[in-house]
């Protein structure tokens, strides 16, 4: 355990009003402390147009397919507050593909990621350096944050749920495209 987690079960301790033994016995007892305690120590590392070589993939499968009927499906997991789908959604519009036959799935374990990500509320780090063409004007900044636009905003939903423990909500072969 290093010292910032230790920092961190100190702190959540005494703002219990427990020692530290009790509130161990807590976080083995209790799935929403555990989930609080994950929520701490995971570091949501994303940003708008990350791994632009991925984007491009997805633009050509997806420029591919705006003749065809059937739902264009991407899933994201691990989709911290929902940089990578709404980057998916922009890249997907762009390629062609009308909004109607568009689903983004976004799934973390991270509850305050997800209510961020159903907000379109990005933190202010989403942007590193310049913008993909397809999210310039998807992207406004708000104080230090960015928020998504409508449109993007209901083409991804966000599903808390851990990928690790939990069975995913498609069926395999569903998705056109995964990222993880």
Known sequence: RGPGITR?????????????????AMLIESEEERRI???????PESWIGRYPVSFD?????????????????????GCAAGQEPFTAAACV??????????????????????EMGSNGDLPSMAVRGDL???????????????????ELRRLVRF?????????LPVAPGSCNAVYC
Do not use: N
């Open 132 to 150: 993909p063409e397809y999210m310039r004007t998807r992207l406004q900044p708000s104080g230090r944050r960015w928020k998504v636009d409508d």
């Open 57 to 77: 993939l997805l633009h050509e499968t997806a420029a591919a397919r705006t003749k065809e009927s059937s739902v264009f499906r991407v899933l994201s997991l």
């Open 37 to 43: 305690l994950s929520e701490q120590i995971a570091v």
């Open 93 to 114: 519009l762009d390629a062609g593909i009308d909004s109607s036959r568009i689903e983004v799935l976004a799934i973390d374990r991270s509850r305050s990621a997800i």
């Open 8 to 24: 961190w079960l100190d702190r959540r301790a005494r703002s219990l009003g427990l020692d530290e033994r009790s509130h161990r």
């Open 159 to 167: 599903i808390e749920a851990d990928i690790v423990s939990e069975s």
